[in-house]
């Protein structure tokens, strides 16, 4: 009787080390290729998981930025692109920001967001809007736009050769996509504290504010 319950409370650690394996930790900010602003050597790091086709990340955004500008001296934010995939074109427009970022001018990945996060912008890129747009379409007639008014360096032609040449902007892409998997994300808006996912109770000012004095401390 003594064996057979050892056994059972064996299998039963085990099994529950082993379902504990996929949530250990990983390291977030210095290897997640996010895109980042505030101040850097912060103790508390924001992690801001979004998708620029997701509109829940649009309602947000205002938000989200008045967090960023109370806070940008005092806290680290990191930006994490998840393209979620029944948003049509939104892996599309997660590239699109990687090649500003990685070919327009410092910061203006960020100006790419504020222009995708509008309610105007947002219309073009609907699934229901797109549906019989091919790829090229969109990237040609759509996102191009959104480059040349978030990068006074890009214009829509190199733009469109490095979406086809540069494959760095795939590959960081693909890497954020994966590092957010891995880090347990599975929707957007989402967040991360010091390395803490947030799931709810960050929709107003108050609350954020509460939230990050409260760390800061
Ligand atoms: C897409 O094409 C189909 C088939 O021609 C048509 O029924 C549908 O209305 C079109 N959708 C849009 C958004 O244009």
Redesign the pocket.
């Known amino acids: 009787m003594t064996a057979l319950f050892l056994i059972i409370l064996i299998i039963a650690l085990t099994s529950s080390v082993y379902s504990q394996a996929p949530s250990s930790p990983i390291p977030l900010s210095s290897i997640s290729n996010s895109f980042t602003r505030g101040n850097p050597s912060s103790d508390l790091t924001v992690d801001l998981w979004i998708d620029l086709g997701c509109s829940d990340c649009l309602a947000e955004w205002p938000l989200l930025k008045s967090v960023y500008e109370t806070y940008e001296d005092t806290v680290k934010f990191n930006y994490h692109l998840f393209p979620l995939p029944y948003h049509q074109f939104a892996f599309l427009l997660a590239k699109s920001a990687n090649c500003v970022d990685l070919h327009g001018d410092a910061g203006d990945v960020f100006n790419f967001f504020d222009i995708v996060y509008t309610n105007e912008n947002q219309a073009l890129i609907y699934n ?2 797109t ?2 747009m091919t790829y090229n379409d969109v990237m040609t007639d759509i996102v191009s736009n959104f480059v040349t008014e978030s990068s006074a360096s890009l214009s829509a032609d190199d733009f469109l050769g490095f979406m086809a040449s540069d494959y760095d902007c795939e590959s960081n892409t693909r890497y954020q996509f994966k590092n957010a998997a891995l880090n347990q994300i599975y929707g957007t808006p989402m967040y991360t504290i010091n390395g803490v996912t947030v799931t709810d109770g960050l929709s107003s000012m108050d609350d954020w504010t509460a939230m990050i004095d409260g760390l800061l401390q």
């Open positions: 229901s809007v549906a019989n």
